[in-house]
């Protein structure tokens, strides 16, 4: 246990000088804002077109759902490709996956420590997004001090579930080509599109909709939104089920992605090593 | 004379080098995405349910004002026409028409960004990183001792990104038609692909020009990259006519400036026109007409590759001097 700690913390230090130690401190904070500060600026600009054009009296529920659901998709796209990253980055990018994987730690524990330094920088993009469209914007936020609890034991558990999700997906990077920005783009686009991150689950098909519920980060999404934005009335579909409920779904969902993550991980790194893939680099 | 020094200076011979160079560089782009047939859906399928999210959020809007408009109350018995209720049936059902357009010309322009990602990144991350890239895998030496000019090396990148990025571009185009009901009605065909040829070769010689600042760059390379993301998305509009920033009094101009240096910005603006037609959006979004944006574009062909020529020739000289050209990790 010591030893996968001692790993953990020390890939969580590599991953933040890694992310971090080519520019400035103030140069990094700036980078790391404008980016999600944009992509919700683009949401904000296509409300603004369509209200000119569509809708004068405007829809304040539709924008504060869109935007709080964005907001924290932040977590999504970075979780997942800090953590599927790792692996394609050492192997093609540093070359430095087989001095790693020869060491005697967990490389699952180190893939996870490297995903750390993302998450801290993750949490203040979503605290200045969140500050921002309530200050600038008119996004209405309201978190009741009694749901802080909640609120805190919800994200813990859907970063886990993030972090597992991430995991299997470096599993399967063991065998794939370099294509970490189809993956960093493309599966977090299907937590976009069937999640009702920015729009309710009632706008998809019926078959988009039942994908939607079978993924543990609608529920995530559902829940963040109920207990920071409780005002918005937009109907999620979602409005049978109590927080208490997808809590628990959650938790089992978190475990139940933390076993698949460790199968899948298992698994590629078996086909890996048999096809010689460890350490392949794949230069088109 | 010796033999070598008269076959470098015989023109034929160079224009033969180069073209071979260009084919060589291109020709792994192309035959490499064959081989590697799990390319096809990560750079193809998986990008699309990114641009579905957009599509889908514009029919969200477009599902709440038409619920907007169709809801009867008493004291609109009509629904509402905008702030106002509506006067009658007929008055109604032009609302609601006009909401359907209007939605289908907002995710037809979706579309048409969706295809643009597709270019805008391949220039970012295998065109603009890819001699930092080639330098930090062993390459780049190579290729500076080969015979051939270095733009030829470029134009082969481009070739062949542009070829392996028209597979994500065209799965964008036909996604929206097929799946989204989307309508185009392309007015001028030859206007039409003048301005795509155009913004393409702007775009590329743009991503020539930043391969070779990246080369100096070092490391802030990956990081700068990343930063032309989504703030390019939203200064360009590739999801929403551009033309939207300008009513946005104050920063919103100044926005659209800056977002117009990059080709796509234009080129989608024209793009938009021609295939969804001038009067769209009621004709309020758009920046310049296609011929003057066409103009622009070709302008800015011209000068980035003019540029690129130029700073690679001077970045390589200064890489060499400094010692930079193979240093990796830095």
Same mark, same amino acid.
């Given at each position: 246990m010591r030893t996968y700690w001692r790993t953990f913390k020390t890939a969580a230090w590599l991953g933040w000088e890694m992310d971090s130690n080519w520019t400035e401190p103030w140069l990094f904070v700036l980078y790391s804002v404008i980016k999600p500060v944009a992509g919700a600026f683009i949401l904000v600009l296509m409300?603004?077109?369509?209200?000119?054009?569509?809708?004068?009296?405007?829809?304040a529920d539709a924008f504060s759902y869109m935007y709080v659901g964005n907001s924290f998709f932040i977590f999504v796209a970075t979780v997942l490709f800090g953590t599927f990253q790792v692996i394609?980055?050492?192997?093609?990018?540093?070359?430095?996956?087989?001095?790693?994987?020869?060491?005697?730690?967990?490389?699952?524990?180190?893939?996870l420590g490297r995903a750390a330094s993302k998450i801290a920088v993750a949490v203040f993009a979503v605290a200045i997004t969140l500050l921002f469209g309530a200050m600038f914007l008119g996004v209405r936020l309201h978190l009741a001090l009694a749901d802080v609890p909640l609120f805190l034991v919800s994200t813990v558990l859907g970063l886990a579930v993030l972090l597992a999700i991430g995991i299997c997906l470096g599993g399967i990077s063991f065998l794939t080509a370099k294509h970490t920005h189809g993956l960093a783009e493309g599966i977090p686009g299907l937590f976009y599109v069937f999640c009702g991150v920015l729009f309710p689950l009632s706008v998809l098909p019926s078959w988009g909709q039942a994908v939607g519920r079978a993924i543990p980060l609608t529920y995530w999404f559902d829940i963040t939104r109920r207990l920071i934005a409780p005002t918005v009335t937009v109907n999620t579909t979602l409005s049978g089920f109590d927080p208490l409920t997808i809590?628990?779904?959650l938790i089992v969902s978190s475990i139940g992605f933390f076993l698949l993550s460790v199968l899948i991980y298992k698994v590629g790194e078996y086909f890996a090593r048999k096809a010689g893939k460890i350490d392949m680099t794949t230069s088109y | 004379m010796s033999e070598a020094k008269?076959?470098?200076?015989?023109?034929?011979?160079? /224009?033969?080098?180069?073209l071979r160079a260009v084919k060589g560089r291109s020709y792994p782009r192309i035959v490499g995405a064959n081989r590697e047939p799990s390319w096809i859906f990560f750079e193809a399928l998986l990008p699309l349910l990114g641009i579905a999210a957009y599509v889908f959020i514009y029919q969200f809007f477009g599902g709440q004002a038409l619920a907007a408009i169709t809801t009867k109350t008493a004291a609109a018995p009509w629904g509402m026409c905008g702030h106002d209720p509506c006067a009658n049936a007929a008055a109604q059902s032009a609302a609601a028409a006009a909401v359907g357009a209007n939605t289908n010309a907002l995710v037809a322009s979706v579309v048409l960004g969706g295809t643009m990602v597709a270019f805008w990144l391949n220039v970012l991350w295998s065109m603009a990183s890819q001699l930092y890239w080639e330098k930090e895998i062993g390459n780049l030496q190579l290729y500076m001792m080969a015979p051939m000019n270095r733009m030829a090396l470029l134009g082969g990148m481009a070739v062949g990104g542009m070829v392996m990025t028209s597979m994500r571009a065209v799965s964008t185009l036909v996604a929206g038609v097929l799946v989204f009901g989307v309508v185009f009605q392309v007015a001028s065909p030859l206007l039409l692909l003048a301005v795509f040829f155009a913004t393409l070769i702007a775009l590329y010689g743009l991503g020539m020009m930043f391969a070779s600042l990246y080369l100096l760059w070092g490391r802030e390379a990956w990081n700068l990259s990343a930063l032309m993301e989504e703030p390019i998305f939203f200064s360009s509009g590739f999801y929403f006519p551009l033309g939207g920033l300008l009513?946005?009094?104050?920063?919103?101009?100044? /926005?659209?400036?800056?977002?117009?240096?990059?080709?796509?910005?234009?080129?989608?603006?024209?793009?938009?026109?021609?295939?969804?037609?001038?009067?769209?959006?009621?004709?309020?979004?758009?920046?310049?007409?296609?011929?003057?944006?066409?103009? /622009?574009?070709?302008?800015?062909?011209?000068?980035?590759?003019?540029?690129?020529?130029?700073?690679?020739?001077?970045?390589?000289?200064?890489?060499?001097?400094?010692?930079?050209?193979?240093?990796?990790?830095?």
């Open positions: 409300y603004i077109v369509f209200v000119a054009i569509g809708r004068p009296s405007g829809d394609q980055s050492d192997r093609e990018w540093y070359q430095t996956i087989r001095y790693i994987y020869i060491s005697p730690i967990s490389y699952y524990v180190y893939i809590l628990l779904f | 008269a076959r470098r200076s015989d023109l034929r011979y160079r /224009i033969g080098l180069n009513k946005i009094p104050g920063w919103g101009p100044a /926005i659209a400036i800056a977002g117009s240096f990059i080709p796509a910005s234009l080129g989608l603006d024209a793009l938009r026109q021609l295939t969804l037609g001038s009067t769209a959006f009621g004709g309020n979004f758009w920046i310049f007409s296609v011929t003057t944006e066409l103009g /622009i574009l070709v302008g800015m062909a011209v000068l980035f590759l003019i540029l690129a020529r130029y700073c690679l020739a001077y970045l390589e000289t200064l890489a060499k001097r400094e010692g930079k050209l193979t240093s990796r990790h830095q």
